[in-house]
């Protein structure tokens, strides 16, 4: 499935996954729902099998490397859209919103003394 871990950790997980947190966040940054980001990690997952079998000559046409890559990537990018939308929401709607953890946000609720 894995044709190298260094190469795995190389070009799936640091560069395609960094390429995953920026699409995850542009995406969120303008509003768009969550089923945009995951098409787009299928073209990322496709990119990212291509760079393994153009550069370090694994295989190209392997469903499972393919599946296996391309659910980590939505994985990093789903994170990344949730971020970027709690950080949004809030900063966007303060009288609304306040934050609650990275990924959440709930309605405000004004401070009582």
Not at 29 to 46: D, E, H, K, M, S
Not at 59 to 79: F, R
Not at 89 to 98: I, N, S, V
């Amino acid at each position: 499935m894995i044709h190298s871990i260094p190469v795995f950790i190389g070009v799936t997980v640091l560069f395609m996954g960094g390429c995953a947190f920026m699409t995850g966040h542009s995406v969120a940054n303008t509003w768009r729902p969550l089923a945009q980001v995951l098409a787009y990690c299928l073209l990322l997952g496709a990119v990212d099998r291509f760079l393994v079998f153009a550069l370090f000559g694994g295989p190209l046409l392997s469903l499972s490397a393919y599946v296996l890559d391309t659910a980590l990537l939505a994985l990093i990018a789903s994170a990344a859209w949730r971020a970027t939308r709690a950080r949004r929401m809030t900063l966007q709607y303060p009288w609304l919103y306040e934050r609650v953890g990275l990924f959440g946000w709930r309605e405000h609720r004004p401070h009582q003394a």
